[in-house]
C-alpha cells in the first residue's frame, strides 16, 4: 500500500483525491448515485467528464420501470441530479417514476412500497426522496412526504432499542455498525431535507447518536459491532457517523465540545486508513441481515480501492 495520507491533509485535500479516483466501478445504485453527489458539490454541479458519460450511459440503459429492490430505486437520486444540474428532462422523468412509484395508499395513509425491515433501505428511501422530493410538482409533495416520514417512523420504531442502537434488521438483533450508519444518517438526511419538523424523528436520532457518543473507540473509530468491545474498527461506519454528526451539530440538533471532539477523533482516524492512492483499511465488504454476533464478526475486512467506503468518506468530508 502507498504511503498514508498527510496527517495534515484537510477534508478538502481528502475529497478532491477521492473524487479524481473514484467511482472505480459505476452503477446504478446508491454507491454511484453518493459520489457522483460529492463530484457535482466540488464543481458548481457538474460531473467530470467521465461521470458525465457514466451517467448517461446508465440513463439511456435504465428501465423505465424502476427497480423495487431500494438500493438500486435509490441510485435514481442520480437522474434527479442530472435533471437539476444538466437540464436533462428525461433524467428527470425516471427520478420521477422512482418515486412516484414507490408511493402507496393504505388504510393509515400513504407509505413507502416495498421497504425491507432493516435500517439499508431506511436509508435508501431518504436518499432517494431528499434528492428527488424538489422535482416533484407542489401539489404531489405534501403525499411524498407523509409517506416518507410515516415509513420512516414505522421503521425506526421496528429497529432501534430500548439502548438507541439499531438492530441490523427485523430477525438480526445485532447493532453492525455500518447498519447503524444507515440509521443516522438516513434520518438526519431526512429531518435536514424532506422532515425538517417530524418531531418524533428527531428524538430518536438525537438517542441514537448519544449512545454512539459513548461507543467511539481506540483512534476515534467506531466498531464493526458498535456495542461489541472485541470488534474491530470499521470505515465506513465511522464515516456515515461522522456524516450525522455533521448535520445534526449545523442542525444546532446536538452542541457542545464532546461532539466536536468526537468528530475531530474520527477524522483523524479515518485518514489514518486511507493512502495517497485512494485505498482504504478496514471496510467491512456488504453485508445481509444475518442471525448471530458472529455473522456479523466474521464478514471480510477489504483492503483497496473501494466504491462504498470512498462515497462514505467523501460524504464525511464534505458534511
Known amino acids: 500500500m502507498a504511503l498514508p495520507l498527510h496527517a495534515h491533509a484537510t477534508e478538502v485535500d481528502i475529497a478532491h483525491r477521492l473524487a479524481d479516483l473514484y467511482p472505480v466501478n459505476a452503477s446504478l445504485g446508491y454507491v454511484t448515485t453518493l459520489i457522483w453527489s460529492a463530484q457535482r458539490r466540488m464543481n458548481e454541479g457538474r460531473l467530470p467528464p467521465r461521470s458525465a458519460q457514466a451517467l448517461l450511459t446508465l440513463r439511456q440503459a435504465a428501465p423505465a420501470t424502476p427497480p423495487a429492490e431500494w438500493p438500486l430505486r435509490a441510485g435514481y ?16 422523468e425516471l427520478a420521477l417514476q422512482a418515486i412516484r412509484g414507490a408511493i402507496v395508499d393504505t388504510p393509515d395513509g400513504p407509505r413507502l412500497a416495498g421497504l425491507r425491515p432493516w435500517t439499508d433501505d431506511l436509508f435508501m428511501a431518504a436518499l432517494l426522496f431528499d434528492r428527488t422530493l424538489p422535482l416533484l ?11 416518507l416520514g410515516s415509513s420512516l417512523l414505522e421503521l425506526t420504531e421496528r429497529l432501534q432499542r430500548r439502548d438507541g442502537l439499531f438492530d441490523h434488521a427485523v430477525g438480526s438483533p445485532v447493532a453492525w455498525g455500518r447498519g447503524n450508519g444507515f440509521a443516522s444518517l438516513g434520518l438526519a438526511m431526512a429531518l435536514a431535507g424532506p422532515l425538517p419538523a417530524h418531531a418524533q424523528l428527531l428524538s430518536r436520532l438525537r438517542r441514537h447518536m448519544d449512545r454512539l457518543l459513548t461507543l467511539q473507540g481506540e483512534g476515534g ?3 464493526q459491532v458498535l456495542d461489541h468491545a472485541p470488534a474491530a474498527p470499521e470505515l465506513t461506519a465511522t464515516a456515515m457517523s461522522v456524516g450525522a454528526f455533521a448535520i445534526a451539530r449545523r442542525q444546532g440538533w446536538l452542541t457542545g465540545e464532546e461532539v466536536d471532539a468526537a468528530i475531530s477523533q474520527a477524522r483523524a482516524g479515518m485518514r489514518d486508513r486511507i493512502d495517497t492512492e485512494g485505498r482504504f483499511r478496514e471496510v467491512c465488504a456488504g ?12 464478514r471480510p475486512m477489504l483492503n483497496g480501492h473501494d466504491d462504498r467506503a470512498a462515497a462514505m468518506v467523501l460524504l464525511a468530508a464534505l458534511s
Open 137 to 147: 410538482p407542489a401539489a404531489e409533495q405534501s403525499r411524498a412526504t407523509e409517506a
Open 77 to 92: 437520486a442520480a437522474f434527479a441530479g442530472a435533471a437539476r444540474h444538466d437540464g436533462d428532462a428525461a433524467a428527470g
Open 287 to 298: 453485508t445481509p441481515a444475518g442471525p448471530t454476533l458472529d455473522f456479523y464478526l466474521q
Open 221 to 223: 473509530l467506531w466498531r
